[in-house]
């Protein structure tokens, strides 16, 4: 045999070494495939009390609740400042009264029932009319962005009366229905009416073409498309409408309580006018603040509790 295949033949290595030397990148071993898998220590698995879940969800929303708290104690501050030292920089606060005459006020009005039953009347005229509102703004909004017949239908004639102020009904309402308390209540779904609409509408005609044809591929009916597909697809505006609704609503109600009404907190506003009782107008003015914001505050809560994947999506994205 010649000396370079001699010498070829025994530098060749034996397989075993060849075994130890070849790569095992992306391979695995007999002996290491058939080997049992360590096993893994228990997670433990506990659920948060009550208490670390609320605790969790205060130091999340905490700096929100603070910067909230800090905007409001500002304007009150102001608010102090200014009608202390009567300031007269061509917005006269000489007849501002101040806080603390506000909360006296507050005080004595609690202790009758008259201001309580007039805050009672305003929330029960302002549910009932959005409640109304609600209903026939999102059924129709759903139908005219879904259907071109009814669109071409019903949308002119809602655009005639869309610009027209809710105090401007006034006179014509209280012509249509029998009762004052009626009218009232017309004029707060007028107000709110509109906003609902025109955010449906928007929202129907909004929803992804992909998905309507998805659904018709996979044999859903139409009431089954609007009922799982437009109606969740159109959702975070329909709530920005309700939401819209809900302040324009509040507005066009203390107009008519002024005007026509004989109780409710816009009644109460214009009579401490009426009477130049300055710490009532404020405190008016306030309640109704306040009770907008709750109202705002309720529609925003239920459309997270409706709307869970915003939140998750807000989270999954990082907002600020």
């Not at 017309?186 to 509408?201: D, E, K, M, S, Y």
């Not at 005609?205 to 859903?220: E, I, K, N, T």
Request: net charge positive.
């Amino acid at each position: 045999m010649p000396t370079a295949t001699q010498r070829l033949f025994h530098e060749v290595p034996a397989p075993d070494a060849l075994m130890e030397a070849a790569p095992t990148r992306g391979l695995a071993r007999p002996e290491e495939v058939l080997r049992p898998p360590l096993p893994l220590a228990e997670a433990a698995t506990v659920a948060p009390s009550p208490a670390e879940r609320g605790l969790q969800l205060l130091r999340r929303h905490a700096p929100a609740y603070l910067m909230g708290a800090c905007s409001l104690l500002g304007i009150v501050l102001f608010w102090h400042l200014a009608t202390t030292y009567r300031l007269d920089f061509y917005v006269r606060f000489t007849n501002i009264p101040t806080p603390m005459e506000v909360l006296s006020k507050v005080i004595e009005v609690n202790s009758s029932p008259k201001f309580i039953k007039n805050v009672g009347m305003s929330l029960r005229r302002i549910f009932l009319g959005f409640a109304i509102a609600t209903v026939l703004g999102v059924v129709l909004g759903m139908l005219i962005g879904r259907y071109r017949l009814t669109r071409g239908f019903l949308f002119p004639a809602m655009e005639v009366f869309r610009p027209i102020p809710a105090i401007a009904w006034v006179p014509i309402s209280i012509m249509l229905w029998p009762d004052n308390e009626v009218s009232i209540v017309f004029i707060t779904f007028i107000g709110a009416f509109f906003p609902i609409l025109l955010n449906t509408v928007s929202g129907v005609q909004a929803v992804d073409g992909v998905l309507l044809r998805a659904s018709q591929c996979l044999g859903a009916r139409e009431r089954q498309i609007m009922w799982y597909v437009v109606l969740p697809g159109a959702a975070p505006q329909i709530f920005t409408g309700l939401a819209v609704g809900m302040g324009v609503a509040w507005v066009s109600l203390i107009a008519a309580e002024m005007i026509s009404g004989q109780f409710g907190i816009g009644y109460f506003t214009w009579e401490a006018y009426s009477l130049i009782s300055y710490p009532e107008i404020v405190l008016g003015m306030i309640t109704i603040g306040v009770l907008g914001l709750l109202c705002s505050g309720l529609i925003r809560f239920v459309g997270k509790s409706m709307m869970p994947w915003l939140s998750y999506g807000a989270r999954a994205g990082g907002a600020r």
